[in-house]
């Protein structure tokens, strides 16, 4: 079974270069023009460039984008036409993915609720996932990602997911195809999540630390990984995994700047049973740093073969 290696937006060994950049509407409206605008579009771009870069020569396959690339693109007091000003640079490092073989998707923020009972915050939900497919196919790259959790359960549960699908379904066919979702660390566990996931014929993404949060039923992950991974069909699956800042009640859902070496491979002891190849996104505040860290200590607690820097099998 092989498994790879992934870090989320920033890279903590690059951030002194300050390669993302964020421009709010109230600094947007202290400008004459959109000189300022402008640059940080063109920063952002650069700073996509050096990390792929980076991940490009220490064999970092897979890797999630930072959704705030374009800042205010979906703001409606925002008129500009950023298009011109992305379109090569964007087909340029899309190319630079394909060459090297990366795995890239991406994972709105917490304003992005497709489910909302508020008709606004769906609009505007929508609006950022049209927003993160126009990236997607700026690059045009292979099997492009975004990852949703279910979101709101205003009402109740049900109700929750009755809005997720009928959302859903009014979307784009082609943006469709680019929706994950994942199990969250409070509402919907992996039992709703994977039934949610099989009904819509979508992939899911397990998130093993948001199962240890919630899991009201007792849930053995045993019981599901083979289901979800199903989900994928002829993809690779993906796993997310972070560990706890620590075990008090307050700060377990906070995620820890490094893994816990030992639950990571408790975690790979539970499912090597499938025997399916599976990508595993680091999700730690030291990013990078985390995950080559967490290498280091596999190669010396364990017996896995190393394929590279970030790839290996057991």
Not at 39 to 60: P, R, S
Not at 154 to 181: S, V, W, Y
Not at 285 to 301: C, G, H, Q, T
Request: proline share 3%.
């Amino acid at each position: 079974m092989l498994i790879r290696l992934g870090y989320a937006v920033s890279c903590k060994t690059l951030e002194n270069q300050h390669l993302f950049h964020t421009l709010t509407y109230t600094n947007y409206l202290k400008q004459e023009d959109n000189k300022k605008l402008e640059e940080t579009i063109i920063a952002n771009l650069d700073g996509l460039q050096e990390i792929l870069k980076y991940n490009q020569k220490n064999n970092i396959h897979f890797y999630r984008l930072n959704s705030n690339l374009i800042p205010l693109a979906t703001h409606d007091q925002v008129q500009f036409d950023y298009h011109p000003l992305i379109a090569d640079k964007l087909r340029l490092l899309g190319q630079f993915i394909m060459q090297n073989q990366m795995r890239i998707d991406t994972h709105p923020d917490q304003f992005c609720v497709l489910n909302s009972a508020k008709a606004e915050v769906v609009k505007s939900s929508i609006n950022i996932l049209r927003q993160e497919k126009i990236i997607f196919d700026y690059l045009n790259i292979m099997n492009p990602r975004i990852i949703l959790h279910i979101g709101s359960a205003e009402g109740t549960k049900k109700a929750g997911i009755l809005r997720f699908i009928n959302n859903f379904r009014t979307l784009d066919p082609d943006l469709q195809k680019m929706i994950i979702i994942e199990n969250d660390d409070k509402i919907y566990d992996i039992k709703d999540t994977l039934e949610l996931a099989e009904y819509l014929k979508i992939p899911m993404v397990l998130d093993y630390h948001h199962y240890l949060c919630n899991n009201p039923l007792n849930l053995h992950i045993e019981d599901y990984i083979l289901r979800i991974f199903q989900t994928w069909q002829d993809q690779k699956p993906k796993v997310h995994f972070s560990s706890p800042k620590s075990k008090l009640k307050k700060e377990f859902r906070t995620h820890h700047d490094y893994i816990d070496v030992q639950a990571f491979i408790t975690f790979l002891d539970k499912v090597k049973f499938c025997k399916i190849d599976f990508d595993v996104m680091i999700e730690a505040k030291m990013k990078d740093v985390a995950l080559f860290r967490l290498v280091r200590e596999l190669k010396y607690l364990t017996n896995y073969t190393f394929i590279d820097e970030t790839t290996f099998r057991i």
